[in-house]
């Protein structure tokens, strides 16, 4: 693993144009502990951050009872703010994903207050180079060690953080996505609606084929008949059809996306339709075909928009805007960011200054 060079006043020193994502960690971590005979979720704790020792029967191994969010923290205006975009809502989804495995949620209050502490203590880690930021990573797994299938009894939250490069080294980028109607990643009623270790361990053959086939990201259609689009890999997915804006509406089995609701309040203030309705491959090939499609992107955390440059299609391969990124999703990355790092107005109070 990475270990970051320090400076002679300890601060770490790293290639920020390098980071890539997800390969380096922060010094601290943040942890707290459920367990009934203690009354619940205790002992909250910010320490160096170490391995865990688990017992190989811990539940969380054998039967994915997990729960992960995924947020950014930016440096602002000044070095001394902190930036969180809409972290309510990550806290929010969590708990909600918390209860459809079983896991007992945890106080909002608490969760936002000790990760904040432990983004603090860390913040000479935060990057500062245009695109970069601080990813945070909550996490809870459930550490009875026990082979019976049940909701275990004892759970371990915590929260790790890890320096993030900039998405788009070389510029905002379009990609190629790969629609797969072999594959399914999640059914009315499951858990796809989730932040659970599940779904990813179900994503990922069809991901792999994707890439062997050179594509980046996966697009999946509905379980029942594979006619209706869902999202790509780990992003909601927008298309732009004639003038309306159109992505799937949330039925249960795709990812309730901050960044989606975020694409969706924006787009609509900046005066654009925006139709959250099912939205079947037959309408996309069809639109694609008539010259009506005008662009198409993903919406995430990490790469915020993702605009899709072709998609292939039982072998067959579409252009979107004539392989370009579009004019919305080019605004809309602008404008997210923007917000999100402070450089531009945030009329929604969605951005949250940590750092003072
Ligand atoms: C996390 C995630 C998203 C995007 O959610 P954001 O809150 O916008 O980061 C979309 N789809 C899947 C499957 C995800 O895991």
Redesign the pocket.
Known sequence: MATVPRNRTGSPVYDEDNLGFGQIFTDHMLTIQYSPDRGGWHSPEIKPREDLVLHPATMMLHYGQQVFE?MKAFVGPTDDDLLLFRPDM?IARFNKSCQRVCIPPLDPAVFMDQMCRLIRKDRDWVPKSPGTSLYIRPTVIAVDPFLGVRPSKTYLFYVILSPVGAYYPEGFQPVKIMVTDKYVRACRGGVGEA?TAA?YAASLLAAEEAHEAGFTQVLWLNAVDKRSIE?VG???IFFRIRDEIVTPALEGT??P????DSVIHFARDLGLKVTERTISIDELVSAAEDGTLQEIFG???AAVISPVSLFRYKGKDHVVADGKTGEVAAKLFEEITGMQTGAKPDPYGWVVNIGR
């Not at 996306?257 to 989606?260: A, D, F, L, P």
């Open positions: 995924g990550n932040k779904n999202e780990t992003m909601n795709i990812l996306g901050v960044t989606r919406s995430g955390t």
